[in-house]
């Protein structure tokens, strides 16, 4: 694991601010840097304009939130996603019939793989990476089956300095083309004839809280611009393993009627596949984002 020590103590510390109290909902926090369970809202039912604002911000502090007991019929999941922005349709995923928008995320005895199992940052290799996404989990395996986030401020601001000011301009590849070929296969889903690949700033400023974060992830990021393919992979290979510092995590464990609402710009995730042969089943609605600056 990264070590974070140095002369002095720790180069990460967190210092917690001090939050202004909500007025309409309950947030419990999972750890100082990031993750919050969200109760008092019922995401089924219209939602008040006031409590949408307290629920933005709550994901802007937050990075990622957590709702539990909730029971939302496919369309009401769709809306709730609209009050954050325009849907993103996944480049490669299935979907349920009728809703393009509509994710599925499925795993069960005759898979060969489950979604998210690296550390991974949703379709960056996209021009506009999706802003966050919104996984609602109808069935669970009994035990197991966690996803692990991560903050990419954290990982950010645990950086030395020197590491900063190497990786301050750089701008790396992001392609998905290794990551999507074939990948659906098994589930009868036919290939494109090309997906999306993109370049981005490694470093990317959050358009809401004006915070730096690490833009680059294992999932799809292949190399760095303007610089040796070695020194690239070299560069990669520690960005890759500092960013899963259990430090900068927390981790979510799922029941039936969960709901996970991560910022793509700032978090990274990572799914636990540790409960096969037993099935796991729900439904991903993606937000579209911005170009990362």
Not at 105 to 133: F, K, L
């Amino acid at each position: 694991m990264t070590s974070l020590r140095g002369e002095g103590g720790p180069r990460y510390r967190h210092r917690p601010g001090v939050a202004a109290a909500y007025a309409t909902i309950a947030v419990d926090r999972l750890t100082p840097v990031i993750g919050a369970e969200i109760s008092g809202v019922d995401l089924a039912a219209p939602i008040p304009d006031a409590q949408m604002d307290e629920l933005r911000r709550a994901l802007a502090e937050h990075l990622v939130i957590f709702f539990r007991d909730q029971r939302i019929a496919p369309i009401q999941q769709l809306e709730f996603g609209r009050l954050f922005g325009e849907l993103h349709l996944h480049p490669a995923a299935p979907h349920e019939p009728g809703h393009p928008e509509l994710m599925i995320i499925q795993t069960d005895a005759q898979s060969t793989r489950a979604n998210g199992e690296g550390w991974h940052t949703d379709v960056s290799c996209d021009e506009e990476p999706p802003m966050g996404s919104i996984l609602y989990i109808k069935e669970c395996p009994p035990q197991g089956g966690d996803t692990l986030f991560a903050s990419m401020y954290a990982a950010y601001e645990a950086l030395s300095d020197r590491m900063k000011a190497y990786l301050e301009g750089l701008r790396a590849v992001h392609d998905g083309e290794p990551v999507y070929r074939g990948l659906y296969a098994n589930l009868g889903v036919a290939d494109k004839p090309n997906y999306p690949r993109a370049e981005h700033p490694v470093i990317r400023t959050h358009p809401v809280t004006g915070r730096k974060a690490l833009y680059v992830n294992a999932g799809f990021t292949t190399r760095l611009l303007g610089v040796p393919s070695d020194e690239s992979a070299g560069i990669l290979a520690y960005l890759f393993r500092h960013m899963e510092n259990p430090l900068f995590q927390c981790r979510f464990r799922w029941r039936p009627g969960s709901i996970a609402f991560w910022d793509n710009r700032c978090a990274q995730h990572r799914a636990m596949w540790d409960y096969w042969p037993h099935r796991r089943y729900g439904n991903r609605v993606t937000i579209k984002g911005e170009r990362p600056v």
